[in-house]
């Protein structure tokens, strides 16, 4: 048993259960140990069937994925660990074929690695519900997604919910940068790391990381988590995260 993989873990769920409750359009439901979020958002993983567990209940999760596909055109099947194959005919049963990796790492907080330059640092601010449309542009810009994709994710109180802080790295007046925090079960998540691909390569990426986690160990958190990208794991890596769980995501090709 991996002690510390299921306390991620169960912050992560606790998080997306979070952010499913404030999303204005948001959607979140559970039968026994498999769990329904929708954010309506047009990301599959933002919109996902899941067991919390490392060993699924296939018939609740089956159940699970049948309410999102109703209500989400993009969504996803999520499973701990490496998915076997009656998960991956479930999947394929709805049409989810494209089957892909997750990563999560994590760090205590004594061990993260801090060197962000302070140049950098100085264009990252904390962001509030009152500017939740220049936070969605921003994230749109970052993850040079197409206009709208994220809808009203972030809209709402989002911003303004308890466990949650925005971030926005800026230049010019003009968000460069992305990243927020939620604090849930005593550690901090850290998410929506983006910088626009105009301004990668200078040290953003990582000054927008420290702090999210400088501000959540500040509030308690005494370790961090995040799923990785191939392009943003080795910087995770090098600031003292390791991998914990390699999860399993089903989604249409």
């Excluded at 991996?2 to 769920?13: L, Q």
Aim: charged share 20%; hydrophobic share 45%; with cysteine.
């Amino acid at each position: 048993m991996n002690e510390t993989a299921d306390r991620m873990a169960a912050a992560y769920f606790d998080a997306i259960e979070v952010l499913c409750r404030v999303t204005p359009k948001g959607w979140y439901a559970e039968r026994g140990t498999a769990r329904a979020a929708v954010t309506h958002a047009g990301v599959a993983t933002l919109n996902a069937a899941y067991d919390t567990t490392s060993e699924p209940d296939l018939g609740a999760l089956d159940e699970m994925a049948t309410e999102v596909s109703r209500q989400a055109a993009r969504w996803s099947i999520m499973v701990r660990g490496e998915a076997g194959d009656e998960v991956t005919d479930l999947a394929a049963r709805h049409g989810l074929l494209e089957r892909g990796d997750l990563p999560l790492l994590a760090c205590n907080a004594g061990d993260i690695v801090y060197r962000a330059d302070t140049a950098q640092g100085k264009l990252v601010r904390q962001v509030d519900a009152v500017e939740s449309d220049l936070y969605t542009e921003g994230l749109t810009r970052s993850f040079d997604a197409p206009e709208g994709v994220f809808g009203s994710l972030m809209g709402g109180a989002v911003l303004d919910a308890d466990p949650i802080t925005g971030y926005l790295a800026e230049e010019f007046g003009r968000p460069i940068g992305t990243g927020l925090g939620m604090r849930t079960a005593g550690v901090v998540g850290v998410f929506n790391i983006a910088v626009v691909p105009s301004a990668r390569g200078r040290g953003l990426g990582r000054a927008v990381t420290e702090a999210v986690l400088l501000d959540g160990v500040a509030a308690g958190a005494d370790a961090a988590y995040l799923h990785a990208s191939a392009m943003g794991r080795p910087l995770y890596e090098s600031m003292g995260f390791h991998l914990v769980e390699n999860w399993t995501v089903f989604q249409a090709r």
